[in-house]
């Protein structure tokens, strides 16, 4: 489970890169493959399945809800008091 482990640090850390989208979609492929394996299969449906189970978000999508959080403080912050 050590890729597990690691993927908050890897998130953390392309929160501040621009990515493209074809860079994210590299990186969901990755998790979804290491799914397929984990679980021997090749079905994509079943790899979702999975993923919704163990409430596991795809990096594409936690990357969008770290960048989406992060403008909303920047937004709400008050430089000139």
């Not at 799914?35 to 163990?54: G, P, R, Y």
């Not at 596991?56 to 992060?70: A, G």
């Amino acid at each position: 489970m050590a890729p597990f482990n690691s993927i908050p640090v890897l998130l953390h850390g392309l929160e501040a890169c621009p990515l493209n989208k074809t860079q994210t979609q590299s990186l969901d492929f990755v998790i979804n493959r290491l799914f397929m394996k984990l679980f021997n299969t090749s079905d994509i449906a079943i790899v979702k399945q999975c993923q919704e189970h163990f409430s596991f978000t795809l990096p594409s999508v936690e990357l969008e809800r770290r960048r989406t959080k992060c403008m909303h403080k920047l937004c709400c912050v008050d430089f000139f008091t």
